[in-house]
């Protein structure tokens, strides 16, 4: 079945660490994004790539950074200059923009 | 600017009873729109979409929803709710005009369904 795979489920990051969340797609799909969901605040923007090769910064991209070298992967490294990286990330994919995002099952990101 | 407002954070209603989610939304265009559902620890799932044509729209597991170009809104509906759709609700629109592809989210509506 096609889909979009985020791993890993649960990622703890230390002081002053990079950590590198993935998102692969199946979907054959264009476009991907990045979402950060904290309690109460719904989904904000961190960065979206329409083609292999090119990507915007979204509403809150500072302190992450993607690439998009292949068309089914789209990368996310929160850098340590994200003072407050708790939270859950959801990948996304859509094929065009009539049609809806596929979703990821998150990854969880929390402070040890 | 675009945004969408989902004014209600939290829908409490009983099983078998008719549930209504409230979104409003504002784009400089016309609007794609959108309704997803998350369960715990999920992803969103895609319920229903608005593009074109009917203004009653209906989609996944019983749910429908009506655009409303005039108030602006697009309000989720299911005529007889179930404990099973008891989650977050999103709304989520998409200028049809604009060159980018990004969808703006509302923040949410915690949906409860009692027995």
């Known amino acids: 079945d096609g889909g979009i795979t985020q791993s890993p489920k649960y990622l703890f990051r230390k002081e002053g660490q990079n950590v590198t969340l993935s998102c692969e797609q199946n979907?054959?799909?264009?476009?991907m994004y990045w979402y950060r969901q904290d309690p109460g605040q719904g989904l904000r923007l961190i960065y979206y790539?329409?083609?292999?090769?090119?990507?915007q910064k979204g509403d809150i991209a500072e302190g992450y950074s993607v690439s998009r070298e292949k068309k089914e992967s789209f990368p996310l490294t929160v850098t340590s200059a994200q003072k407050n990286p708790t939270a859950f990330y959801l990948c996304?994919?859509?094929?065009?923009?009539?049609?809806?995002?596929?979703f990821g099952d998150g990854t969880r990101l929390s402070i040890l | 600017a675009q945004s969408v407002a989902q004014p209600e954070d939290q829908v409490k209603v009983a099983e078998g009873n008719p549930l209504t989610v409230k979104c409003t939304y504002s784009?400089?265009?016309?609007?794609?729109l959108f309704w997803y559902v998350q369960y715990p620890n999920r992803g969103l799932q895609f319920l229903l979409k608005y593009i074109t044509g009917d203004n009653l729209v209906k989609g996944s597991y019983g749910f429908e929803a009506e655009f409303n170009k005039s108030q602006t809104s697009f309000h989720l509906k299911k005529p007889s709710a179930l404990v099973s759709d008891s989650a977050l609700y999103f709304c989520a629109v998409r200028d049809r005009g604009s060159t980018l592809g990004r969808l703006y989210f509302g923040r949410g509506t915690q949906l409860t369904v009692w027995p």
């Open positions: 979907l054959n799909h264009d476009a």
């Open positions: 784009v400089s265009g016309n609007p794609y």
């Open positions: 790539s329409q083609i292999v090769n090119d990507f």
């Open positions: 996304a994919s859509t094929q065009s923009f009539n049609q809806p995002q596929h």
